[in-house]
């Protein structure tokens, strides 16, 4: 049962330097969401999709894209990492739906010094 | 826009206790509900929701949640705490907002158990 699997668990970057977060899930959900969660300030939507390729921009997209080839893989890319994206990152997904259970990925710790 | 708030950050209660997480919402319609915690280090795990329905909701590990419309209020109870409970709860609001299903969490509560 892996649900919603995310890569990889803890990553140091240096200011400007570029990485991909990866995340996959089995569940044939429409809906992947990438949000960040800060000390304090909950859950902040940074982008989703509604299936495979359409993607759109959540409350705070600046510094980050996503792309959606598939129907499992909705991938977060940061192009130049500053000290703000210092932050834990978690992918969700969910069936279409409202009210749907959105199910969590594990997490992906982010430092970047 | 709809949004969440959690009054309390952090909250201590005795093993044994019961408990009462507070949860507000402010949105047009009626929204869809959930509650759902996370243990350190871990993604978050839903407890329990609501969309429509009886207004008292029963959910895992023993909690339950009462949307209260006139309120505007989905407050989380359990009325055995164990130290397993320890963890941080966050309440949800989920709504269509510019043709998709947004979900807006709210800031967390902390739970402190203590023996």
């Known amino acids: 049962n892996a649900g919603v699997t995310q890569t990889p668990k803890f990553r140091i970057l240096k200011i400007g330097q570029s990485m991909t977060l990866q995340c996959t899930q089995d569940?044939?959900?429409?809906?992947m969401y990438w949000y960040r969660q800060d000390p304090g300030m909950g859950l902040k939507l940074i982008y989703y999709?509604?299936?495979?390729?359409?993607?759109d921009k959540g409350e705070v997209p600046n510094g980050y894209n996503v792309s959606r080839s598939t129907t499992e893989d909705f991938p977060l890319r940061l192009e130049l990492a500053a000290p703000s994206q210092t932050s834990v990152y978690f992918c969700?997904?969910?069936?279409?739906?409202?009210?749907?259970?959105?199910?969590f990925g594990e997490g992906s710790w982010l430092t970047v010094v | 826009a709809q949004s969440v708030t959690q009054p309390d950050i952090h909250i201590t209660v005795s093993e044994g206790a019961s408990l009462e997480l507070r949860c507000n919402y402010s949105?047009?319609?009626?929204?869809?509900l959930f509650w759902y915690v996370q243990s350190p280090g871990q993604g978050l795990q839903l407890l329990l929701k609501?969309?429509?329905?009886?207004?008292l909701v029963q959910g895992i590990k023993g909690f339950e949640a009462e949307f209260k419309r006139s309120q505007s209020s989905f407050n989380l109870r359990k009325p055995s705490v164990h130290w397993s409970d320890a963890a941080e709860y966050f309440c949800?609001?989920?709504?269509?907002?510019?043709?998709?299903?947004?979900?807006?969490f709210g800031t967390g509560t902390k739970l402190q158990v203590i023996p």
């Open positions: 569940m044939n959900h429409n809906y």
């Open positions: 609501y969309f429509s329905g009886d207004t």
């Open positions: 969700a997904s969910k069936h279409r739906g409202s009210g749907n259970t959105i199910y």
């Open positions: 949800a609001v989920g709504a269509h907002s510019g043709g998709y299903q947004k979900v807006t």
């Open positions: 949105y047009g319609a009626t929204p869809y």
């Open positions: 999709s509604v299936g495979a390729g359409i993607t």
